[in-house]
């Protein structure tokens, strides 16, 4: 009788052990499998930069043309496009109340009005910084955060104070955050970054190494998304909708560019 008991104590003992490891290395996001994945019409094959826009539609960049193209996912066509400023290196943009933050690879940023179509320019620049590639939007801090592609030493996202128009070093990515992704090693090179809207986790995109970062508001790693370099050639778009689905856009590297979109997996 006491054999049986324990015998039943130690299933029960792994069953839990089981489905607590499940949830906890369970991902949020199923990377290999999209919701759908679209390809883009010739005007967006060198798309560089993604933001939600609005139920169904996100406003994207595209690479040396100063102009930008509100895209419907659901008519899986470009609605609309707005023209800003003169052509140049547009790596991102952040839409946030009626306003498109478009990075040049420089660190200097324009904020367009859509409404006014009047532009303010702010100077994110960085001696450090050889070439920024991302741009995101922290809520939380009201501050816009920039990735360093290219730059001296580790590899940092910055942020840009909004209100006191100010830019620091947010925190350092070194090697040791990063796990090995098959031929890619790991290279790591960022090219998009946005803020989750409910768990406040920066995920940061790199097209070089193909990987998807996350990490909590310290820089901490939490986990890692090894991309398919067939599903992705050429990932550097990244944005969430408000209720937490994601969106990544890929140029077209010998083909037609594409966004994959992804269910927010919360249960």
């Given at each position: 009788m006491k054999t049986l008991i324990l015998l039943a104590l130690l299933i029960s003992f792994f069953v839990i052990f089981y489905f607590i490891k499940k949830n906890k290395t369970a991902k949020l996001?199923?990377?290999?499998?999209?919701?759908?994945?679209q390809n883009l019409s010739k005007n967006l094959k060198e798309i560089s930069g993604i933001s939600y826009f609005d139920e169904n539609q996100i406003i994207?960049?595209?690479?040396?043309?100063?102009?930008?193209?509100?895209?419907?996912?659901?008519?899986?066509?470009?609605?609309?496009?707005?023209e800003f400023e003169?052509?140049?290196d547009y790596e991102d943009v952040v839409f946030l109340d009626g306003i498109s933050y478009v990075l040049r690879s420089d660190g200097q940023v324009s904020a367009f009005d859509i409404n006014t179509k009047n532009t303010v320019k702010y100077d994110c620049s960085?001696?450090?910084v050889e070439e920024f590639e991302g741009l995101g939007y922290n809520p939380k801090s009201n501050a816009l955060l920039l990735a360093a592609k290219e730059m001296?030493?580790?590899?940092?996202?910055?942020q840009f104070d909004l209100k006191n128009q100010k830019l620091t070093k947010k925190f350092s990515i070194s090697k040791d955050d990063i796990?090995?992704?098959?031929k890619h090693g790991k290279e790591f090179k960022p090219s998009g970054i946005a803020v989750h809207p409910i768990s406040g986790?920066?995920?940061?995109?790199?097209?070089?190494?193909?990987?998807?970062?996350v990490l909590d508001e310290n820089?901490?790693?939490?986990?890692?998304?090894?991309?398919?370099?067939d599903q992705f050639p050429q990932p550097e778009g990244i944005c969430f909708t408000p209720n937490g689905d994601l969106i990544i856009s890929s140029e077209g590297k010998n083909g037609q560019a594409s966004i994959s979109y992804f269910s927010f997996n919360h249960k």
């Open positions: 996001y199923e990377i290999d499998k999209p919701d759908f994945q994207c960049i595209n690479d040396e043309v100063g102009r930008l193209f509100i895209y419907d996912h659901e008519k899986k066509e470009i609605i609309d496009t707005l003169e052509d140049g960085s001696h450090e001296k030493g580790e590899k940092a996202i910055f796990k090995k992704n098959g986790k920066i995920y940061v995109l790199a097209s070089a190494g193909k990987k998807l970062l820089g901490n790693p939490k986990e890692q998304y090894n991309l398919n370099e």
